[in-house]
């Protein structure tokens, strides 16, 4: 009987087979694939989600920054793709920050108190598919944001 047993567990990996009364069921032979497609790489964007340093000061002095700081690598995820994968398919780094140097100055008037860094770099548009058993998902479109390491945007505003 133990032969037996063994031979209709195995054939239960092709198809359910019922013995004595006790339904076994196949394994579910599930699989998910993830496709990235690009749609557009633009490269000396601003990303004014991410201020990455500022400073004030009183009219008639001059507001200077000047060291490293850190700016957000932004990727964006959908249908349960990892990070990871996403970053290898549009080929950037899936690090979640970069160290990026600003250096940038102005005149502090009256009516631009506030010198403001914002990182430069490049911006991707792309899109994700989920194949799901043969059930393709696309996304809507996602983005994906990677701070060059020694450039900004410098801007001096209103307070």
Known sequence: MRTVLRTMATMASAMAVVL????VAA???AWTT???TEISRSTGMVNMNDMIASCSGT???VCRIQRSVTAERRIDLALGVSRGFVAGELNISKASSRTVSVS???KITSSRPVLRAYPLGTQIFYKV???QNGTKTT???KMAFV????STFCTHLRG
């Open 129 to 131: 598919t989920r194949n």
């Open 104 to 106: 940038c100055s102005a």
């Open 34 to 36: 993830y496709t990235v």
């Open 59 to 61: 009219p008639g002095t």
């Open 139 to 141: 996304s809507g479109t």
């Open 20 to 23: 004595g009364g006790v339904s």
């Open 147 to 150: 701070p060059n390491a020694s």
């Open 27 to 29: 394994p579910a032979s």
